[in-house]
């Protein structure tokens, strides 16, 4: 005779309930949910001992007894503690993880109400204090930005001014000089004069030239004016002429639509700012002597691609400079990413990729 097995899904239905409700008590009611069992289950073996009259020679066999029940409630409170404190060990792995600089680590849920809530409120400081944190390292960028446009417009408007002045009025000097004649000033006197003022004059113009070069590296007019594209052709002409690199450009756009798309300021100056830190790393530290700069438009994205022939280097050595630090933070703050792509006498190809948001992109 067989007998069918029969499912009773009423049953499995009431065993799903109880567990749900299991799942939702908090560690402390776990844990004194288990104790009472196991309590309620030793006073009971121990009632069904007591009720039976046993002989001597078995008391062994109680006290085992006993031991082997004490151990096995140890080992189960073990053991719950173990898997309901997991999410806790997470929660402090996730801390030591953040302490470490890794701020972008978060703790994972639990099903636990009490952690679950614990790790919920965590995960939402750290989103906040992210938050804040990207907002302070953009007003400070954009507090430097506006300083740096600030001693440009003061350097190039009044030192500027001022050295022109003094090479004008040295000219007047000279002209004044030619006009006496040799019996009103010594001949030796006549040289030493002469050669004063173009010492003068050298001195102020080389001292004007670097004045204007160093008003355009902080904060180039032509980036306010003209906009991106025009800034990056400035600053390969000034890689070839004040670093001594062979630098060339190369623009791409996907369609006539991103070739009359606007950049937002900020992406403008962000940019920017990565190529100007390419190109100075390029010559100062990789050595190199040919730069590829690299500027591709789509609707979604914008790649800046830096190449160079230089040595490279290795990046699993820490190194004390902030130049890549703050080309990370820059592209990082407009949800963009940065790649380093090098190796010891490899060269070293800098990609930095921005999404445009759609709120963001305006077509002229």
Same mark, same amino acid.
């Given at each position: 005779?067989?007998?069918?097995?029969?499912?009773?899904?009423?049953?499995?239905?009431?065993?799903?309930?109880?567990?749900?409700?299991?799942?939702?008590?908090?560690?402390?009611?776990?844990?004194?949910?288990?104790?009472?069992?196991?309590?309620?289950?030793?006073?009971?073996?121990?009632?069904?001992?007591?009720?039976?009259?046993?002989?001597?020679?078995?008391?062994?066999?109680?006290?085992?007894?006993?031991?082997?029940?004490?151990?096995?409630?140890?080992?189960?409170?073990?053991?719950?503690?173990?898997?309901?404190?997991?999410?806790?060990?997470?929660?402090?792995?996730?801390?030591?993880?953040?302490?470490?600089?890794?701020?972008?680590?978060?703790?994972?849920?639990?099903?636990?109400?009490?952690?679950?809530?614990?790790?919920?409120?965590?995960?939402?400081?750290?989103?906040?204090?992210?938050?804040?944190?990207?907002?302070?390292?953009?007003?400070?960028?954009?507090?430097?930005?506006? @300083?740096?446009?600030?001693? *440009? +417009? %003061?350097?190039? !408007? /009044?030192?500027?001014?001022?050295?022109?002045? =003094?090479?004008?009025?040295?000219?007047?000097?000279?002209?004044?000089?030619?006009?006496?004649?040799?019996? @009103?000033?010594?001949?030796? *006197? +006549? %040289?030493?004069? !002469? /050669?004063?003022?173009?010492?003068?004059?050298? =001195?102020?113009?080389?001292?004007?030239?670097?004045?204007?070069?160093?008003?355009?590296?902080?904060?180039?007019?032509?980036?306010?004016?003209?906009?991106?594209?025009?800034?990056?052709?400035?600053?390969?002409?000034?890689?070839?002429?004040?670093?001594?690199?062979?630098?060339?450009?190369?623009?791409?756009?996907?369609?006539?639509?991103?070739?009359?798309?606007?950049?937002?300021?900020?992406?403008?100056?962000?940019?920017?700012?990565?190529?100007?830190?390419?190109?100075?790393?390029?010559?100062?530290?990789?050595?190199?002597?040919?730069?590829?700069?690299?500027?591709?438009?789509?609707?979604?994205?914008?790649?800046?691609?830096?190449?160079?022939?230089?040595?490279?280097?290795?990046?699993?050595?820490?190194?004390?400079?902030?130049?890549?630090?703050?080309?990370?933070?820059?592209?990082?703050?407009?949800?963009?990413?940065?790649?380093?792509?090098?190796?010891?006498?490899?060269?070293?190809?800098?990609?930095?990729?921005?999404?445009?948001?759609?709120?963001?992109?305006?077509?002229?």
């Amino acid at each position: 005779m067989k007998y069918k097995q029969t499912h009773d899904p009423q049953h499995h239905r009431q065993e799903s309930r109880v567990l749900r409700h299991y799942l939702r008590l908090s560690l402390f009611e776990k844990v004194i949910l288990i104790n009472s069992i196991m309590l309620i289950g030793e006073a009971l073996a121990g009632l069904w001992v007591t009720s039976h009259s046993l002989e001597s020679h078995h008391y062994l066999i109680d006290v085992s007894f006993l031991v082997i029940a004490t151990l096995c409630s140890l080992i189960i409170n073990i053991l719950v503690l173990r898997a309901s404190f997991r999410p806790l060990f997470r929660l402090l792995a996730t801390m030591h993880a953040v302490s470490e600089g890794k701020t972008g680590a978060r703790t994972p849920s639990s099903s636990d109400p009490d952690i679950g809530q614990l790790a919920r409120a965590f995960n939402e400081m750290l989103d906040r204090l992210e938050v804040i944190q990207h907002e302070q390292t953009m007003q400070i960028l954009q507090a430097q930005e506006e @300083e740096r446009r600030r001693i *440009a +417009r %003061e350097l190039h !408007d /009044e030192t500027s001014q001022t050295l022109t002045a =003094l090479l004008i009025h040295n000219e007047i000097l000279s002209q004044r000089l030619a006009v006496f004649s040799s019996t @009103e000033i010594a001949p030796v *006197a +006549r %040289e030493q004069l !002469d /050669e004063g003022l173009h010492v003068f004059a050298t =001195l102020a113009q080389d001292t004007l030239d670097k004045i204007r070069v160093l008003s355009q590296q902080l904060r180039p007019s032509v980036l306010d004016d003209l906009g991106l594209e025009a800034a990056l052709r400035w600053l390969v002409e000034d890689g070839q002429e004040r670093l001594h690199l062979t630098a060339h450009i190369q623009i791409q756009h996907e369609s006539t639509a991103t070739q009359k798309m606007q950049l937002p300021p900020v992406y403008e100056t962000t940019l920017f700012r990565i190529a100007q830190e390419g190109l100075t790393n390029s010559a100062r530290h990789a050595q190199a002597q040919r730069v590829m700069l690299k500027l591709d438009y789509d609707m979604k994205y914008i790649k800046l691609t830096i190449s160079d022939n230089g040595k490279g280097f290795d990046q699993t050595q820490t190194y004390s400079g902030l130049g890549i630090r703050g080309m990370r933070e820059r592209a990082a703050l407009l949800g963009g990413t940065l790649h380093i792509i090098t190796g010891i006498g490899k060269g070293t190809t800098v990609e930095a990729i921005l999404p445009l948001p759609t709120l963001e992109r305006k077509l002229q």
